[in-house]
Nanobody, 119 residues
Framework: QVQLQESGPGLLTPSQSLSLTCTIS??????????WSWLRQPPGKGLEWIGH???????DYNPSLNSRTTISRDTAENQFTLHLTSVTPADTAVYFC???????????WGQGTQVTVSS
């Protein structure tokens, strides 16, 4: 059974950078052909795909966030990390990590972590 757990700061001020880490257990981040994803849900809105890092290490990002987003991984620790720069209150959301089994079909999710950006 794969389990995902997000960790990181819950409160940021505008212009700071956000780093969230997802720790994977019960599976390997390098297993063919999974994609390890970050999504978020702002208050009162739907889910937004942020990006993913593939089993191969390749990455892909939402074009609307591309200039501020980097997703990296640590294969030794079986973790992947979201870096989002220059946050604003519009980045306030619950952030989820999830495993994409292909074609944006998510079969495992973390519980989600609240991130609030406020001055």
């Amino acid at each position: 059974q794969v389990q995902l757990q997000e960790s990181g700061p819950g409160l940021l001020t505008p212009s700071q950078s956000l780093s969230l880490t997802c720790t994977i257990s019960g599976g390997s981040i390098t297993t063919d052909y999974y994609y390890w994803s970050w999504l978020r849900q702002p208050p009162g809105k739907g889910l937004e795909w942020i990006g993913h890092i593939a089993y191969s290490g390749g990455t892909d990002y939402n074009p609307s966030l591309n200039s501020r987003t980097t997703i990296s991984r640590d294969t030794a620790e079986n973790q992947f990390t979201l870096h989002l720069t220059s946050v604003t209150p519009a980045d306030t959301a619950v952030y989820f990590c999830a495993r994409d089994a292909g074609y944006y079909c998510y079969d495992y999710w973390g519980q989600g972590t609240q991130v609030t950006v406020s001055s």
